[in-house]
């Protein structure tokens, strides 16, 4: 394959700014994050991101739509973080190591802020159909 025809937002993001990992690459560093969590009193946030068709189901996502997700996700995320495809073509996520007290209402500022910054990255007719869905991986409790 060339070079030439890998897609801007497709690729191993192999610690270069704003690429994210492919699906594969980020779910591995997804299941070694969320193993390391379950070994600690840390937890982890995990952002999906999609964009819904009519239908309710996610759309395929264009190149310059994902570029803008990406954008929008880079945007939000510190640099301990990543993102990638988490099914590729479809759903953009992030990982967000949390400490202790990563509560349910930091899920919801998380999904706040990402919302808002992808609304002002995206048409408006994605805009309205951008979800965002922010998960909290937990880990074990010590008593």
């Known amino acids: 394959m060339e070079l030439e025809s890998i897609p801007a937002y ?3 993001r192999g610690g270069q700014v704003g690429q994210p990992y492919n699906e594969a690459a980020f779910r591995h560093f ?3 994050d969320r193993r390391r969590a379950e070994r600690s009193t840390r937890s982890l946030l995990l952002v999906l991101v999609a964009v819904r068709q009519s239908a309710g189901r996610s759309a395929k996502l264009t190149d310059a739509t994902a570029a803008a997700l990406f954008r929008g996700l880079d945007a939000c995320v510190r640099e301990v973080d ?10 953009a996520a992030a990982v ?6 990563a ?8 999904a706040e802020r990402v919302l808002r910054a992808l609304k002002k990255l995206l048409p408006a ?6 979800r965002v869905r922010v998960v909290r991986l937990g880990g074990r ?3």
Do not use: D
């Open 10 to 12: 497709s690729g191993f």
């Open 30 to 32: 997804l299941h070694v």
């Open 82 to 91: 990543f993102v990638g495809w988490y099914r590729e073509g479809h759903v």
């Open 96 to 101: 967000l190591p949390q400490g202790v007290k």
């Open 103 to 110: 509560a349910g209402e930091v899920t919801h500022l998380v």
């Open 125 to 130: 007719e994605q805009s309205r159909n951008v």
């Open 141 to 143: 409790v010590r008593i």
